[in-house]
């Protein structure tokens, strides 16, 4: 028996990328698969004249897996909404909520423009709480019916949402704010039956291909092929997993636990108000009693 045998699947920005590779390991691990991609260029504009939704679904269906397009802007309210109803209303249910699409518009923040910040937070942060949002609503009502829930949330953060990167403060702030909801998620959607986790994918992507990597994958065993982390994310949308708000990072055949803000020692000055030279005193002594941070991917 397959690991999401019959389990109802949404995967957003599923056209290309990571979100293809995790529609099509669904697909082969016997989940029905919504495709979602709006179909846009690599940093939010264009588009194609094909659908690459309708491209992945004949692929799915091309192999025996079953699986049907969707077009919505996941930031879109309504358009998130109706996502969600069309797994309802195609295949029975809605099991597993993958959140994965998003685009780039990478600058330096002393150079960013209020339109390409204001568009990384939309696609990246609203594109995961919209439909999560309309997803638990329909989890919520059948867990108050009565009605078992075994629901999973799967959403994307990045290494530069937990570590920064160089040129990239508008998606390492947003891909952050996405392990923070994740966590919230878990906090608050367990009495429902929901497991919420997040993974940090390193692949080569249209998204990467360029920036981190080259554009072409090396012959033979590519450790950056997204379809490395796709297992991961179908264990986490299945009703195997047992965790719930936990950020993986996963490459190459590999996968560790992220873990979020750890306290440093505490350290008084008793119970007084403390002077300005304590506070630096205090700070110094807390900085040297705590880990080193992981530095900012691209930092001199």
Same mark, same amino acid.
């Given at each position: 028996?397959?690991?999401c045998?019959?389990?109802?699947?949404?995967v957003? #920005?599923?056209?290309? #990328?990571l979100g293809r590779a +995790?529609?099509?390991e669904?697909?082969?691990e016997g989940a +029905?698969v919504? &495709?979602?991609?709006?179909?846009?260029?690599?940093?939010?504009?264009?588009?194609?004249?094909?659908?690459? /939704?309708e491209?992945v679904?004949a692929e799915i269906?091309? @192999?025996?897996?079953t699986?049907?397009?969707?077009?919505?802007?996941? /930031?879109?309210? *309504?358009q998130?909404?109706?996502?969600?109803q069309q797994a309802?209303?195609?295949?029975?249910r809605?099991?597993?909520l993958v959140c994965n /699409?998003g685009?780039?518009r990478?600058r330096? @923040?002393a150079?960013?423009? *209020?339109d390409?910040?204001?568009?990384?937070m939309r696609v990246?942060?609203?594109? +995961?709480?919209a439909?999560a949002?309309?997803?638990i609503?329909?989890?919520?009502?059948?867990?108050?019916? #009565?009605?078992?829930?075994d629901?999973r &949330?799967v959403n994307?953060s990045s290494g530069?949402?937990?570590?920064g990167s160089?040129? =990239?403060g508008?998606? %390492? $702030?947003?891909?952050a704010?996405?392990? @923070?909801? $994740?966590?919230? =998620?878990?906090a608050e959607w367990?009495?429902y039956g929901?497991?919420s986790?997040?993974?940090a994918?390193?692949?080569?992507?249209?998204?990467? %291909? #360029?920036?981190?990597?080259? /554009?072409?994958?090396p012959e033979g065993w590519?450790?950056k092929d997204?379809?490395?982390v796709s297992?991961?994310v179908c264990?986490?949308?299945?009703?195997?997993c047992?965790v719930?708000?936990r950020i993986? *990072?996963?490459?190459?055949?590999?996968l560790?636990?992220?873990?979020g803000w750890?306290?440093?020692p505490?350290?008084?000055v008793?119970?007084?108000?403390?002077?300005?030279?304590?506070?630096?005193?205090?700070?110094?002594?807390s900085?040297?009693g705590?880990p *080193?941070?992981?530095?900012?991917?691209g930092?001199?």
């Amino acid at each position: 028996m397959a690991s999401c045998d019959g389990r109802v699947v949404i995967v957003t #920005g599923a056209g290309r #990328g990571l979100g293809r590779a +995790h529609a099509l390991e669904f697909a082969a691990e016997g989940a +029905h698969v919504i &495709v979602n991609d709006l179909g846009v260029g690599r940093e939010g504009d264009g588009g194609t004249p094909e659908s690459p /939704a309708e491209e992945v679904v004949a692929e799915i269906k091309a @192999l025996g897996g079953t699986a049907v397009a969707n077009g919505a802007d996941v /930031a879109d309210w *309504e358009q998130a909404g109706a996502m969600i109803q069309q797994a309802v209303d195609t295949y029975g249910r809605l099991d597993t909520l993958v959140c994965n /699409a998003g685009f780039l518009r990478d600058r330096m @923040l002393a150079s960013m423009s *209020e339109d390409e910040w204001d568009l990384i937070m939309r696609v990246h942060l609203k594109g +995961h709480f919209a439909p999560a949002r309309h997803a638990i609503a329909y989890w919520r009502d059948m867990a108050k019916a #009565g009605t078992p829930v075994d629901a999973r &949330v799967v959403n994307t953060s990045s290494g530069a949402g937990l570590n920064g990167s160089i040129g =990239q403060g508008n998606y %390492a $702030t947003a891909k952050a704010g996405i392990a @923070l909801l $994740t966590v919230q =998620q878990a906090a608050e959607w367990g009495r429902y039956g929901v497991r919420s986790n997040a993974v940090a994918p390193d692949a080569r992507t249209r998204m990467t %291909a #360029g920036v981190f990597y080259d /554009a072409d994958a090396p012959e033979g065993w590519d450790e950056k092929d997204p379809g490395n982390v796709s297992p991961l994310v179908c264990w986490l949308g299945s009703t195997d997993c047992d965790v719930t708000g936990r950020i993986f *990072e996963a490459t190459a055949g590999q996968l560790n636990v992220c873990d979020g803000w750890q306290k440093g020692p505490v350290e008084s000055v008793g119970d007084r108000k403390m002077t300005v030279a304590e506070a630096r005193d205090l700070a110094h002594s807390s900085i040297a009693g705590a880990p *080193e941070p992981a530095p900012v991917y691209g930092a001199s």
